[in-house]
């Protein structure tokens, strides 16, 4: 218990100055414990979608950028807390006012109705008011927290569009590839069955073969179907993170094969802590925490006003600005609490509670973010290494199926051992696909792992 009080404190000064906090020694690896590129060393850029050497996937990503609705509100909501913070900013000085009073009062006198003007008066006051002085500075804090917590997850949102927007790209390149092999699998599963019905027809093979084929070739239109029904839910998808109806997009890419897998590995992983939305958005929710607390405490001192007045009087306007009757005032009010059944007490024992929380949460995001990064890295070189592996077995089920082939033409092989060895073909280059994309995939989980090259200290209106 001691060494978490002595945590809440570290982290509340530091909170309260507005600097990142510390976390505890072991929290922080020196090192990443998975390399993924031993070469290479570098974070990624807020661009980092033109690693990928891309450019209708770049194309797309610019038309992300300026025509997402989300994007739009989010880039919105990002302009209203920055006013918000500005307003905060005002309410650290005084509050001045102004008023200017032109009075003229008229009687009628009864006997014989003249009227008559007994009083014209003219005043101009100005005021200066300061309220609750001991609170504007835990109040700015308050605001200046907020509205970084509001800036990190208007970040996260835009990171996670873009992250969105090239997963379904190159979900819709993996899907026009199976297209074409589907393609490709059905070709020669016909050209098979040609074969298989010749041989029937000369006697040299049994009925049931050619009707084993048939149901092949009947799967092999229904994965085309299928997958024809897939391509057009991803262009739904990638539609409508551009704002346009389905038959507005189009995309010439149809393959993953051109697609340059870029290299990538982060610096130290303490630098991790100023790059990621989610850790900032924790460390500014333990800011709002730590300035609501002091705001709880400073609940038990009095409320400090101080008002200062210069009014000027005068018969009329003319008069008002040649020789006034200037009268100068200034008041102070301190008004405290002396019975409030013990509300402020428990207000702060809240207040204090929520900050300890905060304190665990930032912990515990921290601690999550390296774990993920860590585990992403060694994916992404497994699937490195995985992609190479289904490269060759591909090659190897390819010829084997070739031979194959011959060898059944040739009498030498029973139909079975080649619808065996078809069917493996078939498999495994849809396995090779799958394999591509698990590797796309993993990197881009790594790029948002790491922040996705937004930093604490940029202009997050650059991501928009």
């Not at 006697?203 to 024809?228: E, F, H, K, W, Y």
């Not at 609940?299 to 005068?314: D, K, R």
């Not at 992404?380 to 591909?394: E, I």
Request: hydrophobic share 45%; with cysteine.
């Amino acid at each position: 218990m001691r060494s978490i009080a002595f945590l809440s404190v570290s982290f509340l000064v530091g909170a309260c100055a507005s600097q990142t906090p510390q976390l505890p020694e072991g929290d922080i690896p020196e090192q990443w414990t998975s390399i993924n590129s031993p070469s290479v060393e570098q974070w990624p850029s807020m661009t980092w979608w033109e690693d990928f050497h891309q450019p209708e996937l770049t194309l797309y990503l610019t038309q992300v950028r300026q025509q997402n609705l989300a994007l739009g509100i989010a880039q919105r909501n990002l302009r209203i807390a920055q006013i918000n913070l500005r307003d905060a900013g005002f309410d650290l000085a005084p509050t001045p006012n102004i008023s200017v009073n032109l009075s003229k009062t008229a009687t009628d006198t009864l006997d014989d109705g003249v009227k008559r003007a007994v009083a014209d008066q003219a005043s101009a006051t100005a005021t200066l008011g300061y309220s609750d002085i001991l609170k504007k500075p835990g109040q700015f804090q308050l605001a200046r927290a907020t509205f970084a917590a509001e800036q990190a997850q208007q970040a996260s949102i835009a990171l996670d569009i873009y992250n969105t927007a090239a997963q379904s790209y190159f979900q819709l390149l993996f899907i026009r590839e199976q297209l074409a092999v589907a393609q490709q699998n059905l070709d020669s599963a016909e050209s098979l069955l040609n074969i298989i019905q010749s041989k029937v027809d000369n006697g040299t093979t049994q009925p049931l073969d050619a009707l084993q084929q048939r149901i092949a070739v009947q799967q092999q239109r229904n994965a085309l179907a299928s997958l024809q029904q897939n391509e057009f839910s991803v262009l739904s998808t990638l539609a409508l993170l551009v704002a346009k109806p389905v038959a507005d997009v189009h995309f010439n890419g149809d393959t993953l094969a051109d697609i340059v897998v870029p290299d990538i590995q982060p610096g130290l992983p303490a630098a991790l802590l100023k790059r990621r939305p989610d850790i900032i958005q924790a460390e500014a929710n333990l800011q709002i925490a730590s300035a609501n607390q002091l705001l709880a405490r400073l609940a038990f001192l009095p409320n400090i006003s101080l008002t200062g007045q210069a009014g000027a009087v005068s018969d009329s306007l003319a008069e008002l600005i040649k020789s006034p009757t200037v009268v100068l005032s200034a008041a102070a009010s301190v008004v405290e609490t002396l019975l409030d059944n013990g509300a402020r007490a428990r207000n702060n024992t809240k207040a204090r509670l929520r900050l300890e929380n905060s304190v665990a949460s930032y912990r515990q995001t921290a601690l999550a973010a390296f774990n993920e990064v860590n585990v992403l890295l060694q994916n992404a070189r497994l699937a490195k290494q995985l992609s190479d592996v289904a490269k060759a077995d591909l090659h190897r089920a390819e010829e084997a199926n070739r031979i194959a082939q011959i060898r059944y033409q040739q009498g030498a092989e029973p139909y079975q051992t080649l619808l065996t060895t078809q069917n493996a073909m078939f498999a495994i280059r849809v396995q090779s696909l799958q394999t591509k994309l698990e590797r796309i995939n993993t990197l881009l989980a790594l790029y948002q792992a790491l922040g996705g090259g937004w930093q604490k200290n940029s202009a997050t209106e650059q991501l928009f």
